[in-house]
């Protein structure tokens, strides 16, 4: 166990999870190892005259740490106590304790609704149902079904159909995700794909690992002895399906996919399952139902010959089906004209584009294809503004089209844009998948972007691209100075921004969700107006998804657009651009390397950050870099160092001159460097200076304009507080601690002030006050529950059961 305890919590201190119990868990670790040190008890330091303890970062170092805890436990039964206590306090922080707590906090139903125009694939369930049933399955694997079929063929409205037919079997709950593979261009991660299961799955944001490999690791302890389904839609490859298999046997894992998956057949067990066109008679019944009950009837010949223009393809009968539904002044008997023309002009051709390979190339296949005639049957149905409408929102492929996106895409207004949305969404084109949300097929979408390519042109398509991108970047750099008010920042984009005087507390909360809920659309409107050669839009949509990374971690995604936004802040910069944007996105990536735990690519990224700055003279991205690099330093244990780096920050600070860039927000980073500079000196037992620097600090954030920064004052009080507890002064920790609960009180920062009231419940504990103690842990139990941090409440609980039992 204490082995695991400290693998777990250098993890954490590195990557940021876990937050600030995380921190203030790690900081116990160095100081339990110190003091063995200092005891005398290590004679090897003893000898060396070294008694500061080196972060353990690999096994071997880990294995030595948690020996040399027990040996020291051994010789003192005080040691003891408290070694075991961090012990306890570790295991919070372990992927193995969150699964047992998530597992009753969340059930997660992601599956989206069924289509109502879904027909028949009564064998399909039949087949599913038969493998569960199943005896002699391997043990301890999941069932795993593969459905592949052509693009069109219904595989997604197979899945969603025959889970929700299952589900009242696997009460735990669905996950689902699109992994967008139609192409290698648009496939999503699975790093990408397991923080979003994990957060669904009931993991805190804090908690998620920034690492691939961590995030499997949690996601199967999430997932053992679960009764879920995932769905794991469009997949690409196996590569990106493996990481995303639960671990337990009783999961029910459906994949969709128009690629062969070797590996997961060969090796993990999956049972394919080939998905054909529908019949000719349950054609005619979905057409039917699409078409509606208002439209007249026709003879069955008639329909029969629209139906058999469609090939079965499920998606070219709903186009087709949408098509009569919304025109009533077009006949069954025009349509199956119309079908039947265009079949013999692909005839005529001798080849049509059937279905993409992975890397996105076209493959031709004989014959026509019943898919691209329904398509071109509706297209010739659209009015001129909606047809054009159609081809502009294909210009690139958007995860989702918001009527933002589809507006600019078009350079129409809202209102037009949610007009003709709803008439591509009745036409089948479009499907809607969320409030004002709407989702291309990838078929429609190729056929949209092919029409687009052919009466547009690259050059509409390019300015419809940067219309999209400096929307986005609008909407993203509002939001994030909701979220972020107070941090200093780069580009045009927040010129005129303001907060309104009386600011509902929860509007940050708020933009952060939006930003949250738009995050997949900013990162592929980085990669089209990188592809496009946007450089100026590129780096200042990084610098806009600042927050939204800060807060929320997704690391993947994170380090993927930021090295993007460094390699165009360096084109833009040697083409008269902004050279201070490109010091600024080494910054912004090497937290994004750090949350996943790529230390050296941080420290290497930071160094590249502060010589670009330095180059073009930018002080305060200069001292930015440099306190980053002192905050990797703390993460290291290397305190001293740290200090340095804040020193070397405040020194570079008061170089900015009267009217230079920065100026205005030099008091608020001078603050917070000093209270770095305290927490360094707190951890290198230099009390008396370390309380004089954090009160210093305290004083600072008071005086900033504005009436001060309670939230930053609350988190000096709780490092006051941290400071007196290491120093064995419980009491004068506990006044601390007072004023940072009544600090974050004022600041509206609810998990703050639970952490706050939680440290301060241990205060009372070591000062032998359990009434008090049982108060305090009650109160911090209901913060942690009305912010749904269900490791706080769980850990709150724990020790309260402790205390009354």
């Not at 593979?181 to 648009?186: D, K, L, N, Q």
């Not at 939204?548 to 040697?574: K, N, P």
């Not at 954030?701 to 004052?713: C, E, K, M, Q």
């Not at 000062?767 to 912010?787: N, T």
């Amino acid at each position: 166990m204490a082995v695991t305890a400290v693998g777990t919590v250098v993890s954490g201190a590195l990557s940021g999870a876990g937050g600030d119990a995380g921190r203030r868990t790690s900081e116990r670790l160095y100081d339990l190892l110190s003091r063995g040190r200092r005891a005398g008890h290590d004679s090897r330091s003893a000898q060396d005259g070294s008694q500061r303890p080196r972060l353990p970062v690999t096994g071997p170092e880990q294995t030595e740490a948690a020996r040399h805890l027990l040996e020291l436990a051994r010789r003192s039964p005080e040691f003891a106590r408290e070694v075991t206590e961090w012990v306890r306090d570790a295991s919070w922080l372990s992927p193995r304790t969150v699964p047992a707590v998530a597992h009753g906090a969340s059930r997660p139903q992601m599956l989206p609704p069924t289509t109502a125009a879904f027909t028949d694939r009564a064998e399909v369930l039949a087949w599913l149902t038969a493998l569960l049933d199943e005896e002699g399955r391997p043990p301890g694997a999941p069932v795993v079904a593969v459905l592949t079929g052509p693009a069109g063929i219904g595989k997604t409205a197979a899945c969603v159909h025959v889970a929700n037919e299952l589900r009242e079997r696997f009460p735990d709950g669905v996950l689902f995700a699109d992994l967008a593979g139609a192409s290698v261009g648009t496939a999503l991660a699975p790093s990408d794909v397991l923080a979003r299961f994990l957060e669904r799955l009931g993991v805190p944001s804090a908690m998620v690992p920034g690492d691939e490999a961590r995030q499997r690791d949690l996601y199967r302890d999430c997932t053992a002895d679960r009764r879920l389904i995932v769905v794991l839609d469009n997949a690409l490859d196996d590569a990106q399906v493996i990481p995303l298999l639960p671990a337990s046997p009783t999961c029910l894992v459906l994949v969709a996919g128009r690629y062969r998956l070797p590996r997961l057949v060969g090796e993990h067990g999956a049972r394919p399952y080939t998905l054909g066109p529908l019949s000719a008679e349950d054609c005619v019944t979905l057409i039917r139902r699409v078409a509606g009950r208002d439209r007249p009837s026709a003879p069955d010949a008639v329909v029969r010959a629209v139906v058999e223009g469609t090939g079965g393809i499920p998606l070219a009968v709903c186009t087709t089906g949408a098509g009569l539904a919304v025109r009533h002044q077009l006949t069954w008997e025009r349509v199956a004209q119309q079908l039947s023309g265009r079949m013999q002009g692909h005839d005529e051709e001798g080849t049509a584009v059937r279905e993409g390979t992975p890397d996105g190339t076209a493959d031709p296949g004989p014959g026509p294809d019943p898919v691209r005639l329904a398509q071109d049957v509706a297209y010739g149905e659209l009015t001129p503004d909606c047809a054009a409408f159609y081809r502009a929102l294909a210009v690139w492929p958007w995860p989702t089209v918001t009527v933002l996106t589809a507006a600019h895409a078009a350079g129409v207004g809202e209102d037009e844009a949610r007009v003709l949305l709803e008439e591509l969404a009745r036409a089948h084109l479009l499907e809607e998948v969320g409030e004002e949300r709407y989702r291309f097929h990838d078929l429609t979408r190729a056929h949209a972007h092919g029409l687009a390519e052919a009466e547009d042109g690259h050059g509409r398509m390019a300015a419809a691209v940067r219309r999209v991108a400096v929307a986005q970047l609008r909407f993203a750099a509002g939001a994030d100075f909701r979220v972020m008010p107070l941090r200093w920042r780069l580009g045009p984009a927040y010129r005129g921004l303001a907060l309104p005087e009386h600011r509902d507390p929860a509007d940050g909360k708020r933009a952060l969700a939006e930003l949250r809920a738009e995050r997949e659309n900013l990162a592929a409107v980085v990669r089209a107006a990188a592809h496009h050669g946007f450089d100026d839009l590129v780096w200042q949509l990084c610098e806009a998804m600042w927050g939204l990374h800060l807060l929320l971690g997704f690391h993947a995604q994170w380090i993927d657009t930021h090295l993007l936004g460094v390699e165009a802040a360096r084109r833009s910069a040697a083409e008269f651009g902004d050279p201070r944007a490109v010091g600024r996105m080494w910054t912004q990536l090497a937290f994004g390397h750090l949350g996943s735990g790529q230390v050296a690519q941080a420290a290497d990224a930071l160094e590249q950050a502060r010589a670009a700055d330095r180059a073009c003279g930018h002080h305060r991205g200069e001292a930015t870099a440099v306190e980053a690099l002192g905050l990797l330093r703390l993460k290291q244990w290397e305190f001293a160092a740290a200090q340095g780096c804040f020193e070397d920050a405040q020194e570079i600070l008061r170089r900015i001159g009267p009217g230079e860039d920065g100026r205005d927000d030099v008091p608020r980073a001078m603050a917070l460097l000093a209270h770095h500079i305290g927490r360094a000196q707190t951890k290198q037992r230099h009390f008396p200076a370390a309380v004089a620097r954090l009160n210093d600090a305290l004083a600072q954030f008071r005086r900033l304009p504005g009436g001060g920064d309670a939230y930053n004052a609350g988190r000096v009080y709780m490092s006051l507080g941290d400071a007196h507890l290491d120093a064995g002064d419980a009491e004068q920790a506990r006044v601390c601690l007072d004023g940072a609960v009544e600090a974050m009180t004022e600041a509206g920062a609810g998990l703050q002030l639970a952490d706050a009231v939680e440290t301060r419940a241990r205060c009372h504990r070591l000062s032998g006050r359990p009434a008090q103690e049982a108060d305090d842990l009650r109160r911090a139990a209901a913060a942690y529950e009305e912010h749904d941090n269900h490791i706080g409440l769980a850990r709150v609980r724990a020790r309260l059961a402790e205390l009354e039992g």
